[in-house]
T-cell receptor
Framework: DAGVIQSPRHEVTEMGQEVTLRCKPI?????LFWYRQTMMRGLELLIY????????DSGMPEDRFSAKMPNASFSTLKIQPSEPRDSAVYFC??????????FGSGTQLSVL | EDQVTQSPEALRLQEGESSSLNCSYT??????LFWYRQDPGKGPEFLFT???AGEEKEKERLKATLTKKESFLHITAPKPEDSATYLC????????????FGSGTQLTVLP
């Protein structure tokens, strides 16, 4: 298996623009997580899905953030409009029930 | 609310110099404590899961231990390739599927 695949690896955009991050989880995994990592706050859980259904989005910082999982093999995290304070590394992770968590390589987002 | 505190923030060792990293936690009903390794520009990579006090797990030069309040990651005779950030995370009873991560310890092993 190729592991959790995220795209793009790097994204540079200007404040106010829409940003879409993409994730393909490991086949057969029924949980998908979106994390954000910064130097100041470390790894923070934004939202997670179980069987494509959002379970807990309490970590989503603002209404500017939204996430979808239209099917078992694809998820998106969208920021609209983006702001400089959204600059961070965004990780997608997946796991099967009661199994260990596998992370993707992350998307480095820079909002100018 | 589950909390995880890791210390030290950074650690520099000479090759072969053994040491330990600390992870202190407060959690409501521990389901599991996890150790991950993160290399620059990559996502965290799973190392160990510990479930109950007294449990130990080993992998090459690493050994993880668990008490009711903290976990240690012991590194024996480290090599430069062990340089990475080590993250600790807990899964509590009140957060069925979430992990709460510590801020990590950045380990540098000098040749």
């Amino acid at each position: 298996d190729a592991g959790v695949i995220q795209s793009p690896r790097h994204e540079v955009t200007e404040m106010g623009q829409e940003v879409t991050l993409r994730c393909k989880p490991i086949s057969g995994h029924d949980y998908l997580f979106w994390y954000r990592q910064t130097m100041m706050r470390g790894l923070e859980l934004l939202i997670y899905f179980n069987n494509n259904v959002p379970i807990d989005d309490s970590g989503m910082p603002e209404d500017r953030f939204s996430a979808k999982m239209p099917n078992a093999s694809f998820s998106t995290l969208k920021i609209q409009p983006s702001e400089p304070r959204d600059s961070a590394v965004y990780f997608c992770a997946s796991r099967a029930h009661n199994e260990k968590l596998f992370f993707g390589s992350g998307t480095q987002l820079s909002v100018l | 609310e589950d909390q995880v505190t890791q210390s030290p923030e950074a650690l520099r060792l000479q090759e072969g110099e053994s040491s330990s990293l600390n992870c202190s936690y407060t959690v409501s009903g521990l389901r599991g404590l996890f150790w991950y390794r993160q290399d620059p520009g990559k996502g965290p990579e799973f190392l160990f899961t510990l479930y109950s006090a007294g449990e130990e797990k080993e992998k090459e030069r690493l050994k993880a231990t668990l008490t009711k309040k903290e976990s240690f990651l012991h590194i024996t005779a480290p090599k430069p390739e062990d340089s990475a950030t080590y993250l600790c995370a807990v899964q509590g009873g009140g957060s069925a599927r979430q992990l709460t991560f510590g801020s990590g310890t950045q380990l540098t092993v000098l040749p």
